[in-house]
């Protein structure tokens, strides 16, 4: 069983910053990518950022020079710092990762999710 638990989540007013915590845990043989998604009311889920074994990284456009993807790699935790958040922001993030179990004959996916954060950007 893998478990993939956030925080650092929040209520922050407009121009503030917020990091996102996400730690993997359970039996987890290798990790391939980790990465961020986030929905707002009425919108579908979009990824954020994504990182994939410390060499790639993605962000999306509306992120991109205000948000931080980071990874720690012995703790098996991957990070989110969002500075100079906006209203826009507003939405719950959710944690994915590619990975792989340690379980004779398990394969590779990337069908492992986080519980999800509220972030909440207002004045």
């Known amino acids: 069983q893998v478990q993939l638990v956030e925080s650092g989540g929040g209520l922050v007013q407009p121009g503030g910053s917020l990091r996102l915590s996400c730690a993997a845990s359970g039996s987890i043989r290798s990790i391939y990518a980790m990465g961020w998604y986030r929905q707002a009311p009425g919108k579908q889920r979009e990824l954020v950022a994504w990182?994939?074994?410390?060499?790639?990284?993605y962000y999306a456009d509306s992120v991109r020079g205000r948000f931080t993807i980071s990874r720690d790699n012995a703790k098996n935790t991957v990070y989110l710092q969002m500075n100079n958040l906006k209203p826009e922001d507003t939405a719950v993030y959710y944690c994915?990762?590619?990975?792989?179990?340690?379980?004779?004959?398990?394969?590779?996916?990337?069908?492992?999710w986080g519980q999800g954060t509220q972030v909440t950007v207002s004045s």
């Open positions: 990182l994939a074994s410390g060499v790639n990284t």
């Open positions: 994915n990762a590619d990975l792989i179990e340690t379980s004779y004959g398990s394969r590779r996916t990337n069908d492992y």
